[in-house]
């Protein structure tokens, strides 16, 4: 159970950092190297704002900073619930796997959202 709980301690002291740390003063946390060399906002642009929001308990804010950031962390959740489970249970799964096929679904959602947001009709999306 040590290597589930010491992910969760990892996580839960990353958001508690994004709490008190807040990521919407500029250069709080560096800068998007994407964002600084094109002047366009790559997929994770967002995502710390995103995270930060979600610790206040704004949820629309937090949709409106990062779709994907909110998307995924609610996949980490139920991933590290799964994990977790097994653990529990003594199932010999050391760790979750992915497929092949869903982690590059998963990257060329991530591209399109990138995409999308860049276009007129996708410009909500935009941090």
């Known amino acids: 159970m040590r290597a589930p709980l010491l992910a969760a301690a990892a996580g839960v002291g990353a958001l508690a950092l994004l709490h008190v ?3 919407h ?6 800068f998007c ?3 600084v060399l094109t002047g366009r906002p790559c ?3 967002g995502g710390l704002r995103a995270m930060n929001l979600l610790t206040r308990g704004d949820l629309a804010g937090a949709v409106s900073s990062n779709l994907v950031a909110v998307s995924l ?3 980490a959740a139920v991933a590290w619930l799964v994990w977790f489970q097994r653990r529990a249970r003594a199932i010999p ?3 979750l796997t992915w497929s092949a096929r869903t982690v590059t679904l998963g990257g060329l959602a991530i591209v399109a959202f990138g995409v999308v947001r860049l276009t007129p009709w996708g410009a909500w999306l935009a941090p």
């Open 21 to 23: 740390r807040d990521p």
């Open 33 to 35: 190297p994407f964002l």
């Open 43 to 45: 997929p994770g642009c």
């Open 25 to 30: 003063v500029d250069g709080a946390y560096g």
């Open 73 to 75: 962390l609610l996949v």
């Open 93 to 95: 799964a050391p760790y």
